[in-house]
């Protein structure tokens, strides 16, 4: 500091002195982020003076011409705000005799800060500042003054709330930004995000005496915009940013604003000042308004009657017709949100609400879409996939108007895809057209394949990668259709899926495993049997990544459950060596869980002798371990539904369907079944050993395109035993009582010597529930 005041005329070194203090204010912010360090403690009055007189200085050579550019002393005393705001949050014993002078000098800075762009971040700081003081109790009486409160009111808030031509020049000239900052919460270094969180900090302590004096400013603004609307528009503009900001009291994503003031009444302010501008016929005209008052409805849409939210769709759909960027794409977000919207677990719109005005609703939203500057609009798209969900089977005389405009959309983003959004909200749509109308005709699964087979072969040909993963999901869709046998086009595909090149991308794995399973389940006979081997170094692969391993087992599980036995047998013994090889070299619970699903459902298809006969063929007696080492150690943390369902029946039939079980491996006996009964009544065991948590995922080279699952192309859930085994622990009891009339007087010795007294009441259970005897 005394270094400034020595070369306060000389510009080249105040550069340097000021650069180096700027650095300093940033690296103290950091040090002391975390806690308060002793030396920072006992010298806080060294800085704290030092930071007073920062904000004080006021030298000319250190200004900028820019109006837009923050210049060096703007930057060190925005930096000064923010550094005495985390004491003022964090360290408030320590920092509360330095307090006084900081508000009145911070103060100071807002009342006399100008209004162009190069002062917002210190002008946002200053009042993040007051907001943290404010907010905290042992400060109220710095703010209890009604006096304090409306000076705050009238010198800080509303001026800040205020729209400058900068704003309206990004409206305007960069609406993506705009949108950004207004409703996406990137507005976090704005002077109107610092206003409205001063507003609500204030509210929290002072909510009876803060708004009344706002409403006063309110009242007054509006009567400013009654006067002359098209002059004083901008005067509406801050009262709705204002009566936002006071009642607004909890807000999420994804319900709007939860909870509000008691002290505005939002549904009389949406009736009297907010529904005027969205019945408006001049939809062009004050763009900037009409985007305030569909932001209003869109905001507090959680919070207005069902019949308010229901009768303004006719004007947003007006809306999507708007010149303006901010003004169509908020009506499209507005819709959308809407349609999301629940009240006491109902859906605020029905089908039959929206039903009337489908065909318009679509079609104003792809005229939208074929404006240049919308022409990628992530919030129109989602709306489009929103308003086809709802609709259901509402838009099946729509079908071929919206394939085709899909389609279009789809040629066109796929020469360069730059808006991962849009890109994916466009596939879900594909996704809810596919489904709807399939589910109601079959048939017209034709008409998508011959619409979407020509851009998905050039998307694969021309190796989008960002779009590859959806291909597969949305052919495995559109298989899934065909039902029973596997039609010749996709046929022709599948020994180009087996491509290694296709395996090295992570996005591609499980949308690929998902399309393989496909073929397999649906065309087994169809797959010529060279081919499994091709399957088989697929699954080699998956199965050598800590992180893919699960796909590998899927795919296994469905050669094990639908390709022909005897071809499956010729591969078996190559196939358990190289699990064994894997569960030796990297032993992880997602593995072990796999594998014993693996081995449960190889009991079911090929019979339990076969299972234990295929392990001791690789080593004598290796079985034991099995038992030992998997089985009974780990049957608990097998977890899902069906996955434990198979398990239980695959243990069932080794427990009774294995003559050597009661023979080399009696002792074993009694404990596989114990860990059975744990699995049935045991809560799952989800622990993890320590050293896994830090196994590190591969390092996959360079960038590699995220898989993005589809919502609306979900895959079925398919259960292998269907209805053959509808419960688990009744099978268990019937099979112990076959197996018990083979060795009469056996088992219940094995059972009364090796299990516990609780597994033993439950089995007790089991036999009774199913009236069979074990003796």
Request: hydrophobic residues 45%; contains cysteine.
């Amino acid at each position: 500091m005394e270094l400034a005041t020595k070369h306060a005329n000389e510009p080249a070194a105040l550069q340097v002195i000021f650069s180096s203090i700027l650095l300093i204010t940033k690296i103290f912010y950091s040090l002391n982020f975390q806690d308060l360090p002793e030396h920072f403690e006992d010298n806080i009055k060294t800085w704290m003076d030092n930071f007073l007189q920062l904000l004080s200085v006021d030298n000319k050579l250190l200004k900028t011409e820019d109006e837009e550019e923050a210049g060096l002393l703007e930057q060190v005393k925005s930096q000064v705000c923010d550094d005495v705001a985390l004491y003022a949050q964090k360290y408030d014993e320590e920092f509360a005799p330095y307090l006084p002078p900081f508000v009145t000098a911070i103060w100071g800075l807002l009342v006399s800060t100008g209004q162009q762009v190069k002062y917002d971040l210190l002008v946002s700081n200053a009042i993040q500042f007051l907001a943290s003081v404010a907010e905290r109790p042992a400060y109220r009486s710095l703010f209890e003054d009604p006096a304090t409160l409306a000076n705050i009111c009238e010198k800080v808030i509303v001026p800040n709330i205020q729209l400058r031509a900068a704003d309206e020049e990004l409206f305007e000239d960069n609406p993506e930004e705009y949108i950004r900052r207004d409703i996406e919460g990137s507005d976090v270094d704005t002077r109107r995000r610092a206003a409205c969180d001063l507003v609500q900090a204030l509210s929290k302590s002072f909510e009876g005496p803060v708004i009344q004096n706002f409403s006063t400013y309110i009242q007054g603004l509006l009567q400013e915009f009654a006067k002359d609307p098209e002059r004083n528009w901008k005067s509406k503009d801050s009262a709705l940013y204002l009566v936002t900001s006071l009642a607004s009291k909890g807000m999420t994503q994804k319900q709007g604003v939860t909870q509000t003031s008691e002290l505005v009444n939002i549904v009389d302010f949406y009736q009297g000042q907010v529904l005027p501008d969205l019945q408006s016929t001049e939809i062009n005209k004050l763009p900037i308004l009409k985007a305030d008052a569909i932001k209003y409805l869109m905001v507090f849409r959680s919070q207005l009657p069902r019949e308010a939210l229901v009768s303004s769709l006719p004007h947003l759909m007006r809306y999507l017709t708007a010149d303006s960027y901010v003004v169509h794409t908020y009506a499209a977000h507005s819709i959308e949100r809407l349609f999301m919207v629940r009240t006491a677990n109902v859906a605020a719109f029905a089908m039959e609400d929206v039903k009337p005005y489908a065909a318009d609703l679509l079609g104003n939203m792809f005229g939208a879409m074929n404006r240049e500057v919308s022409a990628e609009n992530e919030y129109i798209m989602k709306a489009v996939m929103r308003t086809m969900s709802l609709l259901q089977e509402n838009i099946l005389p729509m079908i071929p108007q919206l394939l085709q405009g899909l389609t279009q959309k789809l040629m066109m983003v796929s020469k360069n895809p730059s808006k991962p959004h849009f890109n994916h909200y466009l596939f879900e749509s594909m996704c809810v057209a596919i489904r709807t109308a399939t589910k109601h005709n079959p048939e017209s699964v034709k008409a998508f394949e011959e619409a979407l087979f020509a851009p998905f072969t050039d998307i694969l040909q021309q190796d989008v990668q960002e779009f590859i993963p959806y291909v597969f999901q949305i052919l495995s869709l559109l298989m899934e259709v065909h039902g029973d046998g596997v039609p010749d086009t996709y046929m022709a595909l599948f020994p180009h899926l087996l491509a290694p090149v296709l395996w090295e991308r992570p996005g591609n794995i499980p949308p690929l495993v998902r399309l393989i399973q496909g073929f397999i389940s649906q065309g087994a006979n169809q797959i010529e049997a060279e081919k499994l081997n091709g399957l088989l170094g697929v699954f080699q692969k998956l199965l050598a990544s800590k992180t893919h391993d699960h796909e590998g087992f899927y795919i296994l599980n469905a050669i094990i459950e639908f390709m022909p036995q005897p071809l499956v047998q010729q591969y078996s013994k190559q196939i358990f060596i190289l699990l064994f090889q894997r569960l030796q070299s990297s032993k992880t619970t997602k593995y072990i869980k796999s594998l014993l699903i693996f081995f449960s459902l190889f009991a079911i298809k090929f019979g339990a002798p076969s299972l234990i006969e295929m392990i001791d063929g690789i080593q004598p007696k290796m079985f034991g371990m099995v038992l030992e080492k998997l089985f009974v150690a780990d049957l608990q943390k097998v977890s899902g539904h069906t996955e434990r369902k198979i398990c239980a029946v695959g243990v069932t039939k080794i427990l009774t369907e294995a003559p050597i079980m009661l023979q080399d491996y009696e002792a074993l006996w009694p404990r596989l079944l114990q860990a059975l009964i744990g699995l049935f009544e045991l809560p799952e065991d989800d622990s993890v050993p320590d050293d896994e948590h830090f196994i590190e995922i591969e390092d996959t080279p360079g960038y590699q395109t995220a898989y993005s699952q589809l919502a609306f192309a979900g895959k079925k859930h398919r259960d292998p035993l269907g209805s053959d085994v509808p419960d688990p622990k009744l099978n268990l009891a019937k099979y112990l009582g076959k197996l018990s009339s083979g060795h009469p007087g056996k088992l219940p010795v094995l059972i009364n010597t090796g299990l516990e007294e609780a597994p033993r009441n439950y089995l007790q259970h089991y036999i009774q529930a199913a009236n069979v005897t074990i003796a």
